[in-house]
């Protein structure tokens, strides 16, 4: 038992959700529920950023004021959200006044610690990364993420002394190796670090959509410097400190690789800087790529990415809820970058999902229902499926607390290819009622609770269902999980319901 406070970034509200977005929003929402499961205290952030010059230039073409935008775009993440079944437990705005609250509060708490100053600032700017280049971080004078032509700059403003906290980060880097996953995204930040760090601009005057910066009035904060601090806003920074210290040190954020700089290097710079210990973790996931592409907005404005064609709620209503959350945790590795196609989903809904999880609920609770007039036997203690089923509940638990949905899911399935091949080896539907088929039955009855368990995390409405079905009660997302994950605790005697198809077989290219 513990505590754990996992974030995503929050999105920009520039336009609508997309599956990008809700690939990171599941699996911080599957680690969520993991950790409740096994009883730890958990807060669940999401939410959108809703300043800078990008949101005030979208409201601007779509011919409403930036607060009419931001309050229709927010609200779409949180209608996809709640499509998709994410559990968070707060999602905030950047233009609420707790955020400004706080944002102001750490602010000054960092200049009042010397780390913040005026000078002019002059170079390559990008609109879309709200990110400054040098010409030669740029790509000949492009946004090396974009493409996009990046736009000169000059103007007076308040900086941050990033430079005075470079031994500092490479010191807490060294003292605390887990501090970035995976390793090789720690030694991306590490060595950007070691590279030599340069003060950076906080602050604009050239906009006003923004929070101000409250002892200068003619500055608004620089949107990243706002949007980081997020992450306390939540759990209360300058309105309870108690609250900040329950939850702080348990801090986990789920990032895209694009962002590892500001949330890596900035951000516990300028934690120490207020005089705050930087987040305990920051796990980095890959992209989502099309036909090689990353999922953006930018491209699909372009022609190159047709987004309408992949929204989280369109896929939904194709695929299901939990078939979609399935295929975003079971696909790609966390870390590494991901391949994402119509095709990938149907063929992981066919077979995983249908042909395995689905078949094997569908063959025991028909067998259940004509050998054992639908009443559940109970499991043998000496099954031959005990060793197998407590090997896969330790390899899933220690896959999901070391942030590996993949993994975690590929064993709990090898418990699913296990099970059936038991019934194909023992085929109780050509058994006489009695005690032969009653073991067999009883033993995979208990190896489908466990993979309900197992896999609620990813699957909770499915999950739900099968728990149902094989006659539990309440729901495994309810269950204690040192309790529940243990072999022999089906009860029998219980009523199984076979039910309709789980997962209806789906055409290749639906």
Same mark, same amino acid.
């Given at each position: 038992?513990?505590?754990?406070?996992?974030?995503?970034?929050?999105?920009?509200?520039?336009?609508?959700?997309?599956?990008?977005?809700?690939?990171?929003?599941?699996?911080?929402?599957?680690?969520?529920?993991?950790?409740?499961?096994?009883?730890?205290?958990?807060?669940?952030?999401?939410?959108?950023?809703?300043?800078?010059?990008?949101?005030?230039?979208?409201?601007?073409?779509?011919?409403?004021?930036?607060?009419?935008?931001?309050?229709?775009?927010?609200?779409?993440?949180?209608?996809?959200?709640?499509?998709?079944?994410?559990?968070?437990?707060?999602?905030?705005?950047?233009?609420?006044?707790?955020?400004?609250?706080?944002?102001?509060?750490?602010?000054?708490?960092?200049?009042?610690?010397?780390?913040?100053?005026?000078?002019?600032?002059?170079?390559?700017?990008?609109?879309?990364?709200?990110?400054?280049?040098?010409?030669?971080?740029?790509?000949? +004078?492009?946004?090396?993420?974009? #493409?996009?032509? %990046?736009?000169?700059?000059?103007?007076?403003?308040?900086?941050? =002394? @990033? &430079?005075?906290?470079?031994?500092?980060?490479?010191?807490?880097?060294?003292?605390?190796?887990?501090?970035?996953?995976?390793?090789?995204?720690?030694?991306?930040?590490?060595?950007?670090?070691?590279?030599?760090?340069?003060?950076?601009?906080?602050?604009?005057?050239?906009?006003?959509?923004?929070?101000?910066?409250?002892?200068?009035?003619?500055?608004?904060?620089?949107?990243?410097?706002?949007?980081?601090?997020?992450?306390?806003?939540?759990?209360?920074?300058?309105?309870?400190?108690?609250?900040?210290?329950?939850?702080?040190?348990?801090?986990?954020?789920?990032?895209?690789?694009?962002?590892?700089?500001?949330?890596?290097?900035?951000?516990?710079?300028?934690?120490?800087?207020?005089?705050?210990?930087?987040?305990?973790?920051?796990?980095?996931? +890959?992209?989502?790529?099309?036909? #090689?592409?990353? %999922?953006?907005?930018?491209?699909?404005?372009?022609?190159?990415? =047709? @987004? &309408?064609?992949?929204?989280?709620?369109?896929?939904?209503?194709?695929?299901?809820?939990?078939?979609?959350?399935?295929?975003?945790?079971?696909?790609?590795?966390?870390?590494?970058?991901?391949?994402?196609?119509?095709?990938?989903?149907?063929?992981?809904?066919?077979?995983?999902?249908?042909?395995?999880?689905?078949?094997?609920?569908?063959?025991?609770?028909?067998?259940?229902?004509?050998?054992?007039?639908?009443?559940?036997?109970?499991?043998?203690?000496?099954?031959?499926?005990?060793?197998?089923?407590?090997?896969?509940?330790?390899?899933?638990?220690?896959?999901?607390?070391?942030?590996?949905?993949?993994?975690?899911?590929?064993?709990?399935?090898?418990?699913?290819?296990?099970?059936?091949?038991?019934?194909?080896?023992?085929?109780?539907?050509?058994?006489?009622?009695?005690?032969?088929?009653?073991?067999?039955?009883?033993?995979?009855?208990?190896?489908?609770?466990?993979?309900?368990?197992?896999?609620?995390?990813?699957?909770?409405?499915?999950?739900?269902?099968?728990?149902?079905?094989?006659?539990?009660?309440?729901?495994?997302?309810?269950?204690?999980?040192?309790?529940?994950?243990?072999?022999?605790?089906?009860?029998?005697?219980?009523?199984?319901?076979?039910?309709?198809?789980?997962?209806?077989?789906?055409?290749?290219?639906?």
């Amino acid at each position: 038992m513990g505590r754990f406070y996992i974030t995503t970034p929050i999105y920009y509200v520039n336009d609508a959700p997309h599956v990008g977005h809700a690939y990171c929003t599941v699996n911080a929402d599957a680690m969520a529920r993991w950790h409740r499961l096994v009883g730890d205290d958990t807060k669940f952030l999401t939410g959108t950023d809703e300043h800078g010059q990008k949101v005030a230039d979208a409201a601007a073409k779509n011919g409403v004021s930036i607060q009419e935008w931001t309050d229709q775009t927010s609200r779409r993440f949180r209608e996809a959200w709640d499509t998709l079944g994410i559990s968070n437990d707060d999602f905030i705005r950047t233009t609420e006044p707790r955020h400004y609250e706080s944002v102001q509060k750490f602010l000054m708490a960092i200049y009042e610690n010397g780390y913040i100053y005026k000078d002019v600032y002059q170079g390559l700017y990008c609109i879309s990364c709200e990110d400054y280049f040098t010409l030669e971080s740029s790509d000949d +004078g492009k946004c090396p993420i974009h #493409g996009r032509l %990046l736009t000169e700059m000059e103007e007076e403003n308040w900086f941050f =002394r @990033l &430079s005075a906290f470079e031994d500092r980060l490479l010191e807490y880097y060294d003292a605390h190796p887990g501090f970035v996953t995976p390793e090789t995204k720690r030694n991306e930040a590490y060595s950007f670090v070691k590279g030599g760090l340069r003060d950076i601009s906080i602050t604009r005057t050239s906009i006003s959509w923004g929070v101000p910066v409250p002892w200068d009035e003619q500055h608004v904060f620089y949107v990243w410097y706002d949007a980081l601090i997020n992450y306390l806003t939540a759990i209360g920074y300058g309105r309870d400190d108690d609250e900040v210290g329950e939850w702080w040190p348990w801090s986990h954020h789920l990032i895209g690789k694009e962002i590892i700089r500001f949330h890596c290097v900035w951000w516990p710079a300028m934690c120490m800087a207020a005089g705050l210990e930087p987040p305990s973790h920051v796990q980095v996931h +890959g992209w989502l790529l099309v036909g #090689g592409q990353k %999922l953006s907005k930018t491209m699909a404005a372009e022609g190159a990415v =047709r @987004l &309408s064609d992949i929204s989280p709620v369109v896929l939904t209503n194709e695929f299901g809820v939990d078939p979609i959350r399935y295929y975003l945790l079971r696909d790609t590795s966390l870390g590494n970058d991901g391949e994402f196609s119509l095709e990938g989903i149907t063929h992981r809904y066919n077979t995983d999902l249908a042909n395995n999880l689905g078949n094997l609920v569908a063959r025991v609770t028909t067998v259940v229902n004509s050998k054992c007039a639908g009443k559940g036997p109970a499991p043998r203690t000496d099954s031959p499926l005990r060793v197998e089923a407590e090997l896969v509940i330790h390899e899933t638990a220690a896959a999901w607390n070391r942030f590996a949905p993949q993994s975690a899911l590929e064993a709990t399935w090898r418990l699913i290819g296990s099970t059936n091949a038991f019934l194909e080896q023992n085929a109780p539907w050509k058994m006489e009622p009695g005690r032969d088929v009653d073991d067999v039955l009883g033993d995979a009855l208990e190896a489908i609770r466990l993979v309900t368990v197992l896999a609620t995390p990813a699957m909770p409405g499915v999950c739900e269902e099968i728990w149902r079905r094989i006659g539990l009660g309440g729901s495994p997302i309810d269950e204690i999980f040192e309790r529940s994950a243990v072999w022999g605790r089906y009860p029998g005697g219980r009523d199984v319901e076979k039910g309709d198809p789980l997962f209806p077989r789906i055409k290749s290219g639906a």
